[in-house]
């Protein structure tokens, strides 16, 4: 069974950084595209990164320049290095990959989410 766990949320304040990662366990067999998501209360979940199974990165209008992805194909992470960090940010953030088990089928997973809070 695929899962995918988040790590590294909580508080912090304005203009602070957090690392947040995402370890994927399960009967594997590759891991396509990694994405990180937000949701901050009352509002829609909103995209915030995504990396190719390639490396290739892009980036929300919001975050460019504060906020890199990374990933590491052996440990089967990605990761999410948040820096100046605005009150905005504060959100639920959940990571997402696209990833095909042992039985060569392919599906989209998301974590359980975890929470940044930053104060002003």
């Known amino acids: 069974q695929v899962q995918l766990v988040e790590s590294g949320g909580g508080l912090v304040q304005a203009g602070g950084s957090l690392r947040l990662s995402c370890a994927a366990s399960g009967s594997i067999i590759s891991i396509d595209r990694m994405v990180w998501y937000r949701q901050a209360p009352g509002k829609q979940r909103e995209w915030v990164a995504t990396i190719t199974s390639g490396g290739n990165t892009d980036y929300a209008d919001s975050v460019k320049g504060r906020f890199t992805i990374s990933r590491d194909n052996a440990q089967k992470m990605v990761s999410l290095q948040m820096n100046s960090l605005r009150p905005e940010d504060t959100a639920v953030y959940y990571c997402?990959?696209?990833?095909?088990?042992?039985?060569?089928?392919?599906?989209?997973?998301w974590g359980q989410g975890t929470q940044v809070t930053v104060s002003s």
């Open positions: 997402t990959a696209d990833i095909t088990d042992y039985r060569r089928l392919k599906d989209n997973y």
